[in-house]
């Protein structure tokens, strides 16, 4: 979409921790009816577009060989992460706020481990003309030599030029 084409992958994915959290928080701590809805709504939203942002981060990411079983394996990690979080919230209806505060430490780990150790998207890069960014991020994410990393880009490259 718009934003993730404007701003980047990484960034989105960054951006997205911010209402996560905020919405997990407003959840947790002296809830009302208004600030639960609220809350619901920012993390619904937020899921929402992590889930796409991601499945687009890992299929640029990915080399061809790995791209489906990686986007396959992000869709059931999300999946996943979601049917944890309501199951801890039915075995735990008692202290549900609990559940919420653990809920709220997820992206801020989140965010500190993909500001640390995910680069850029290469196909963003190459879209915003970085292509010597692109390269260190293909090198980066899929350990590889430098020409490897330029046959890489290349590809990303006559993708571009055929899609327009």
């Known amino acids: 979409g718009p934003i993730l084409d404007k701003f980047g992958r990484k960034t989105a994915l960054l951006v ?19 600030r639960v809805c609220m809350g619901r709504f920012a993390t619904g939203i937020s899921t929402g577009f992590a ?7 890992v299929a640029e990411m990915a080399d ?9 394996g992000s869709s059931i990690a999300i999946s996943v992460g979601i049917t944890i979080v309501y199951s ?8 549900w706020q609990l559940v919420a505060v653990i809920c709220a430490i997820f ?3 989140s965010f500190i481990l993909i500001s640390i150790f995910l680069p850029e998207s290469p196909v963003w ?4 003309k970085r292509f010597s960014d692109a390269k260190k991020s293909l090198q980066r994410i899929r350990n590889c030599s430098t020409e490897e990393a330029e046959d890489a880009l290349e590809e990303i490259n006559q993708r571009f030029n055929s899609s327009k």
């Open 51 to 57: 889930s796409t942002s991601s499945t687009v981060y």
């Open 107 to 109: 992206p801020i780990i």
């Open 64 to 72: 061809v060989t790995m791209r489906g079983f990686l986007i396959v």
């Open 125 to 128: 890069l190459a879209g915003k």
């Open 16 to 34: 997205i921790t911010i209402p996560l959290t905020i919405g997990w928080i407003l959840i947790s701590f002296q809830p009302s009816f208004e």
């Open 88 to 95: 801890l919230g039915y075995l735990l209806q008692e202290n």
